[in-house]
Structures are given as C-alpha cells and as structure tokens.
T-cell receptor, first 114, second 116 residues
Framework: AQSVTQLGSHVSVSEGALVLLRCNYS??????LFWYVQYPNQGLQLLLK??????LVKGINGFEAEFKKSETSFHLTKPSAHMSDAAEYFC????????????FGTGTRLTVIP | ETGVTQTPRHLVMGMTNKKSLKCEQH?????MYWYKQSAKKPLELMFV???????ENNSVPSRFSPECPNSSHLFLHLHTLQPEDSALYLC???????????????FGPGTRLTVT
C-alpha cells in the first residue's frame, strides 16, 4: 500500500530564504512521486514528478525535489522564496503496478513573509 | 479549451435541489476522477473511471451519482445534499492503468459548492 506523510501543515519563510517542504512516503512497490501546488480557489497544478530517471528532479517556478530511497523521502526545495510562492503544496505517490490512483498527503501551507 | 475544464465554477443549492457538475478533459486521457476538498481535511478521492468504467467508489453517499459517457466527459449528479457536503469539488484526468505512463493527474479549477 502507498501513503504519504507531509511534516508540518504550515511553513513560514522570509522572502529570499530557502524553502524546504518535507514529504516521506511509504510504498510496497517502486514509486512514482509528485508535488502539486494549489493557489486559493484553484485546482492542483503539477510542479514536478519523479519517475525513476534522475533522482534530482527540477520543476516549474524554480522548485526541485530529490528522491532518496534510503530515507523514503521526496522533499521539495527552492533556493529563494518569492511572494508568489505562497500557496498549499501537496505530495503524492503511486505505485508502478499498472494502477493509476494517486495517494495524497494532507498538504503544507507555505507563507512567505516580506 | 485546453487542459481540464469544470462548470460551473460556483454553485449554491438548497438541500432539496438537483444539480450536476460537469468536467471535460482535452488531453486525450482515458481516466477521470472526482475529488472532494473540504476546509482543514485531506483531499478525498470519490470516484475513479478508467476507460469509461467506474473502478472505484470510496464509500460515497448515494446522493452523489457519477456519470462518465465517454473518456472526455465526467459528471457528478447531486441531489438532496447536506450542508456538510459544501466543499470544493475537483475533477482530474490522467492516462489509464497499464499504459506505461507515470500517471500524473491534471486537475480542473474546481466547483465551489455551497449547500444551504
């Protein structure tokens, strides 16, 4: 079975500071992993995905995430936060079993302080 | 239109009304999903359709009735809802199972439903 844990439901950073959003996963099969962003009153937008190629994945808006199998982690980072990064971020996992359901974490709300 | 569209974007309905939410995807996908997103709760998967067949119903009350006439369209029919059904209803699409894809889902903007 697959599941995702996002540590910290709220994270605050200063503008220009490093953003680090944590995601740990559990999967009984090799996983695909995803990060999504949701702005107020909008749907979820795919930020980046890991599909077993490079372990360091680059996404849109300057975000990247590193797959660490030994730590079962897929943390999201951005070197310098921008005010427009304020949103809710969701980590998701699915198994490479031919089944297509995603399992989402509970989300982390990012606040950027000017 | 591109991506996944949902109509209406906002809906207010009384508990005795019947209404429908519509979702359309323009991505050539063959799997579609309904999710419910309530304040301070995790995203809840409601229904999954693969190749127009319902493959998952996560114990959703019968007052929610999905319909998938083809791989591009998905409806959620609503009747005799309760105030606790007020939420953002999100539709998503992806490649279907066993297609060798990575199964990322693409979401519509959602319908904000208020039940009075």
């Amino acid at each position: 079975a697959q599941s995702v844990t996002q540590l910290g439901s709220h994270v605050s950073v200063s503008e220009g500071a490093l953003v680090l959003l944590r995601c740990n996963y559990s999967s009984s099969v090799p996983p695909y992993l995803f990060w999504y962003v949701q702005y107020p009153n909008q749907g979820l937008q795919l930020l980046l995905k890991y599909t077993s190629a490079a372990t360091l994945v680059k996404g849109i808006n300057g975000f990247e995430a590193e797959f660490k199998k030994s730590e079962t982690s897929f943390h999201l980072t951005k070197p310098s936060a921008h005010m427009s990064d304020a949103a809710e971020y969701f980590c998701a996992v699915t198994g490479r079993t031919g089944a297509n359901n995603l399992f989402f974490g509970t989300g982390t709300r990012l606040t950027v302080i000017p | 239109e591109t991506g996944v569209t949902q109509t209406p974007r906002h809906l207010v309905m009384g508990m005795t009304n019947k209404k429908s939410l519509k979702c359309e995807q323009h991505l050539g996908h063959n799997a579609m999903y309904w999710y419910k997103q309530s304040a301070k709760k995790p995203l809840e998967l409601m229904f999954v359709y693969n190749f127009k067949e319902q493959t998952e119903n996560n114990s959703v009350p019968s007052r929610f009735s999905p319909e998938c006439p083809n791989s591009s369209h998905l409806f959620l029919h609503l009747h005799t809802l309760q105030p606790e059904d007020s939420a953002l209803y999100l539709c998503a699409s992806s490649q279907g199972p066993r297609t060798g894809s990575s199964y990322e889902q693409y979401f519509g903007p959602g319908t904000r439903l208020t039940v009075t």
